[in-house]
Every structure is written in C-alpha cells, then in structure tokens.
C-alpha cells in the first residue's frame, strides 16, 4: 500500500496531514525547556549523593541528551526552521551531547528514507537467508551495543563513505568542532579537579540515551518489510514520558505525528500494521521470534522479485 495513493484518493486526509506537517518554529522552544531540565537535573545531582535522587536525575538528563538528538533529527528533514542556516547549525548544536554529526547523519538517514527496507538501505543489518542463530546473535548484540556502534561507527564512517564530497567537508568541520567541545569539557574537569561533574552530568546520562536509542532503534523497523508504506515501520506509543524524550518519533508509522496515526487508523488497520503498546511488549515480542520473525515472512515484500535478498533487519 503506498501513503501517496491513499492521499490522492483522499483530499481532506493529504489537507489534514499538511496541516500537521507544516513548519512551527514555536514548537523549537522545547530545546530550551530541555535546557532547563538538564541544569535542574544537575542542580539535584550536585546537591545530593543519594542515589534516590542521582538515578532519577540521570534519567531525566539522559532523556534529555536523546531529545537533543531527535531535534538534530528534525534538521536532517529541514523541520526547524525555513532558514537554513538556522536550520543547520541549531540542529547540530543539539546533536553535540549525543556527539552526532548533522551532516553525517544526513548522510546515513535521507538514503535511509529513499529506499526504507531494501537492499539499498544504509541501515540496514540483516537480508534474506541469514541463519536464525546469527540473526539472534546480532540482535542481542544490537540490544547491548546497537547505540554506541551507530554513533561512533555508523553514521561516522558508513555515511563518509557513501555521500558526497560536500557533506563530506561538512562532515569533518563538524566532528571536529563536536570532539574539540568534548576535549574541552574533559580539560576544564579535570584541571579543576571536577571529573564527578563529567560523569554525573553528562557521561552517565548518556548511557541512558544509548538505551532508549537501542530500544527505538531496534522497535523501528526490525520485523517490517519493505515495499509498503503501511508495514516497513512500526509504531510504539508507549507512554508520555517516552514520547516526550523521542519528540513522538517512537510514531514512526505515521510522520511522528500521534494525530496523523488516528486520522490513518482505518488503514492501518487494513494493513495490520505494526503498532505496539510499549517497548517492553515489544522486545518480549522479539526476543520470543527473533529478528526473523513470523511476522515478515507473510507480507508481499518478500515475495517481490525485487527484493531477492529483501532487508529483514534495520538499525533506525
């Protein structure tokens, strides 16, 4: 089922989905509130050593860190702001907790979204005919380390790889500056003898980041299939506090947009799209199937003579 279609068969839904889809540089404020989470967070932290105190702290900083992330995200797309200046550089100012590249992750994720669950997909982890053991393997391996080897690995090197020269140049003027403010931050804490302050306030929290980028990571596509609109995403709603940190991107079905998932639930339901409650469900769900699931073996994308080796599993 392709979305263009069912919105040219449908004025009023292609008008709705507009609507929700145009530009609202208002919505960016958020990164301030992010902001000032992340300073009362570490305020709590600094005035505390109780860990009743220090874990939820970390959390919160954590989801803070993979919010940024999200909003580095919404740049790629070119969703903050019409300048492009604008766009670019607030874009990779949020990408420098989560050390991520504007223009390599453009690099890895517009190719990504060209050929979603094809062969072509740069994301891709898995294809047709691995054998279930290696598959199981990867995917606990992805569950452990799928954050870390995306971020210093993947979008670094794969996407240097693959893009242009311009992003390329783009790509190493960025890095450079993201790992000269890393270098700095780990100076000025250790010349003033405050390293806790590194590991409390950003070094912690990022492993927090890393395991929501696991969990959405490997709840995005993994046992979707390509060739459909309607089933090589899937949704998981989750509950607010994680909507909030993943800036509804755990809506991935449909545009990030919740709105837009009850304005298509007639056809998601047609489709029998993945949609899941949670991301424990889910991983329960995958554990139990494994990345080579039942669930891909019965949809037409398989069976398409395009896609002799279809993708069975995908890193975001």
Same mark, same amino acid.
């Given at each position: 089922?392709?979305?263009?279609?069912?919105?040219?068969?449908?004025?009023?839904?292609?008008?709705?989905?507009?609507?929700?889809?145009?530009?609202?540089?208002?919505? &960016?404020?958020?990164?301030?509130? $992010?902001? !000032?989470?992340?300073? /009362?967070?570490?305020? =709590?932290?600094?005035?505390?050593?109780? #860990?009743?105190?220090?874990?939820?702290?970390?959390?919160?900083?954590?989801?803070?860190?993979?919010?940024?992330?999200?909003?580095?995200?919404?740049?790629?797309?070119?969703?903050?702001?019409?300048?492009?200046?604008? &766009?670019?550089?607030?874009?990779? $100012?949020? !990408?420098?907790?989560? /050390?991520?590249?504007? =223009?390599?992750?453009?690099?890895?994720? #517009?190719?990504?979204?060209?050929?979603?669950?094809?062969?072509?997909?740069?994301?891709?982890?898995?294809?047709?005919?691995?054998?279930?053991?290696?598959?199981?393997?990867?995917?606990?391996?992805?569950?452990?380390?799928?954050?870390?080897?995306?971020?210093?690995?993947?979008?670094?090197?794969?996407?240097?790889?693959?893009?242009?020269?311009?992003?390329?140049?783009?790509?190493?003027?960025?890095?450079?500056?993201?790992?000269?403010?890393?270098?700095?931050?780990?100076?000025?804490?250790?010349?003033?003898?405050?390293?806790?302050?590194?590991?409390?306030?950003?070094?912690?929290?990022?492993?927090?980041?890393?395991?929501?980028?696991?969990?959405?990571?490997?709840?995005?596509?993994?046992?979707?299939?390509?060739?459909?609109?309607?089933?090589?995403?899937?949704?998981?709603?989750?509950?607010?506090?994680?909507?909030?940190?993943?800036?509804?991107?755990?809506?991935?079905?449909?545009?990030?947009?919740?709105?837009?998932?009850?304005?298509?639930?007639?056809?998601?339901?047609?489709?029998?799209?993945?949609?899941?409650?949670?991301?424990?469900?889910?991983?329960?769900?995958?554990?139990?199937?494994?990345?080579?699931?039942?669930?891909?073996?019965?949809?037409?994308?398989?069976?398409?003579?395009?896609?002799?080796?279809?993708?069975?599993?995908?890193?975001?």
């Amino acid at each position: 089922m392709n979305l263009a279609d069912v919105l040219k068969a449908s004025p009023e839904k292609r008008d709705q989905l507009r609507e929700l889809t145009a530009l609202k540089p208002l919505w &960016n404020l958020k990164i301030l509130l $992010l902001l !000032g989470m992340w300073i /009362l967070a570490g305020w =709590a932290i600094v005035s505390s050593d109780l #860990l009743v105190v220090r874990i939820p702290a970390w959390i919160v900083i954590g989801m803070v860190i993979h919010s940024f992330a999200i909003f580095l995200h919404e740049s790629v797309h070119g969703l903050l702001f019409k300048n492009a200046f604008l &766009n670019r550089w607030v874009g990779f $100012l949020c !990408g420098v907790p989560a /050390l991520i590249a504007v =223009a390599g992750y453009r690099a890895i994720h #517009l190719p990504h979204h060209a050929h979603t669950r094809t062969p072509e997909d740069p994301d891709e982890m898995l294809v047709e005919g691995t054998p279930p053991w290696l598959a199981r393997i990867g995917l606990y391996l992805w569950l452990i380390g799928g954050g870390p080897y995306y971020i210093f690995l993947h979008v670094p090197f794969k996407g240097f790889m693959i893009t242009d020269s311009k992003t390329r140049r783009e790509m190493v003027v960025e890095y450079t500056l993201i790992y000269a403010v890393l270098a700095g931050v780990i100076y000025a804490a250790y010349s003033t003898g405050r390293m806790d302050l590194f590991f409390n306030l950003w070094l912690i929290p990022a492993g927090v980041a890393l395991v929501l980028v696991n969990l959405r990571g490997a709840a995005e596509h993994i046992m979707c299939v390509a060739d459909d609109d309607f089933t090589d995403s899937r949704t998981v709603t989750s509950n607010r506090a994680i909507s909030f940190a993943m800036n509804n991107l755990n809506y991935h079905l449909g545009y990030n947009l919740k709105r837009f998932h009850a304005i298509m639930r007639d056809e998601y339901a047609a489709a029998n799209s993945h949609i899941r409650k949670s991301y424990v469900s889910f991983i329960v769900e995958l554990i139990i199937k494994g990345p080579l699931g039942e669930e891909t073996w019965h949809r037409r994308g398989l069976a398409d003579s395009n896609y002799k080796r279809a993708p069975l599993g995908s890193t975001t």
